[in-house]
């Protein structure tokens, strides 16, 4: 298994722009999640999914889209980047099943202009 | 409000020495409780994990965590550091289920030879 894989691991954007940090996990997980880690704020949820189908808002939505069409995978979509959005994007998943445990991808680091 | 308090941002020590890194949380309910590390442009990897039952946790690379519910902390131990746990930390707490984790700010531990 791959476990969680993140593309692109690096990314520079322009205000304005927008761009989709992809997520994909082949251990048939339900639950994902999206956080972003920023220096002295430990990660904070920004949303997550319980299943295809289902998406929830989490702590730092705003600014941030998601949709989960498949199991496999949990796409993060910013419309319009800011500065503020400058950060690294972590994507997890989790078993509903046996060890209730997050596995985290590599993560995405985004700069934006 | 959930939350989780790292009190040491930043902590030195010397190889072979003891650790103890402190973690408390607020939750209402009985907490999911964990403790991740994070080398420098690494991801997440789980150390170990707090659900139920005996109350002191043994992890992988030689750490445990004791919870204590009087005291609201979880806090992270180990008997000798090797150079090699140089790293970053995170306490965490799932609020609400275990695939929404609210996390500290972090310890970044130095460990000196």
Not at chain 1, 25 to 52: C, F, K, T
Not at chain 2, 4 to 13: F, K
Not at chain 2, 88 to 108: D, Q
């Amino acid at each position: 298994n791959a476990g969680v894989t993140q593309t692109p691991k690096f990314q520079v954007l322009k205000t304005g722009q927008s761009m989709t940090l992809q997520c994909a996990q082949d251990m048939n997980h339900e639950y994902m999640s999206w956080y972003r880690q920023d220096p002295g704020m430990g990660l904070r949820l920004i949303h997550y999914s319980v299943g295809a189908g289902i998406t929830d808002q989490g702590e730092v939505p705003n600014g941030y889209n998601v949709s989960r069409s498949t199991t496999e995978d949990f796409p993060l979509r910013l419309l319009s980047a800011a500065p503020s959005q400058t950060s690294v994007y972590f994507c997890a998943s989790t078993p509903t099943t046996g060890a209730k445990t997050q596995y985290f991808g590599p993560g995405t680091r985004l700069l934006v202009l | 409000a959930q939350s989780v308090t790292q009190p040491d941002i930043h902590i030195t020590v010397s190889e072979g020495a003891s650790l103890e890194l402190r973690c408390n949380y607020s939750y209402g309910a009985t907490p999911y409780l964990f403790w991740y590390v994070q080398s420098p442009g690494q991801g997440l990897q789980l150390l170990l994990k707090y659900f139920s039952g005996d109350t002191l946790v043994q992890g992988i690379k030689g750490f445990e965590a004791e919870f204590k519910r009087s005291q609201s902390s979880f806090n992270l131990r180990k008997p000798s550091v090797h150079w090699s746990d140089a790293a970053e930390y995170f306490c965490a707490v799932g609020a609400g289920g275990y695939n929404k984790l609210i996390f500290g700010a972090g310890t970044r531990l130095a460990v000196h030879p």
